[in-house]
């Protein structure tokens, strides 16, 4: 990640600013993210969704047609962010948490380099690791319906309040 621009001398509140050091457990807790694409008309498009993040880019799937896919491929421009340990204070009129956020471009991963069972394996490693044989018998025939996107990390944030 040496190549990326940490964001941290851009954040206004400095003392918010979470350590380097703690991105990959905030990208490992996370369940789930959001993900902000534009469509062509310059209309903002977010949703949750799952993901995996490997240290250097974020990974997130769903089916091969639809809005996710025609934002991507019309402008591949896109912001990421998750949220984690959210607990809120209400004497305090606060919130503790800590987040991140990155910007970088979205590429879609065709259904047969080997980076799209690359991902998909991060996928059945995280949300369902239990179940690996079945998984990966899934993944092999769900090469027509399934897109995998890679977010290529531009820049990122690492925020909390703790």
């Given at each position: ?11 206004r509140?400095?003392d918010?600013?979470l ?7 905030v ?7 959001t ?26 799937h ?13 402008n591949?421009?896109v ?7 959210v ?14 956020i ?12 080997e ?9 059945l ?10 998984g990966?018998?899934?993944i ?12 290529n ?5 690492a925020k909390?309040?703790?």
């Open positions: 990640m040496s190549s990326n621009k940490l964001l941290g001398e851009m954040m509140r400095k918010r600013e350590p380097v050091e703690l991105i990959p457990e990208m490992e807790q996370a369940l789930f993210g993900l902000a694409t534009v469509n062509k008309d310059g209309v903002p498009y977010s949703l949750p969704i799952s993901y995996v993040y490997d240290g250097k880019a974020v990974y997130v769903g089916t091969t047609t639809g809005q996710k896919i025609d934002n991507i491929m019309a591949p421009n912001s990421f962010s998750v949220v984690t340990d607990e809120t204070l209400p004497d305090k009129f606060s919130t503790k948490y800590k987040s991140v990155i910007t970088g471009t979205a590429e879609i991963i065709p259904s047969d380099a980076e799209w069972g690359y991902a998909l394996k991060l996928f490693d995280k949300y369902s690791a239990d179940f690996m044989e079945p990966m018998k899934y092999n025939s769900a090469h027509k319906s399934t897109a995998v996107i890679k977010i990390v531009d820049q990122l944030t909390g309040h703790l």
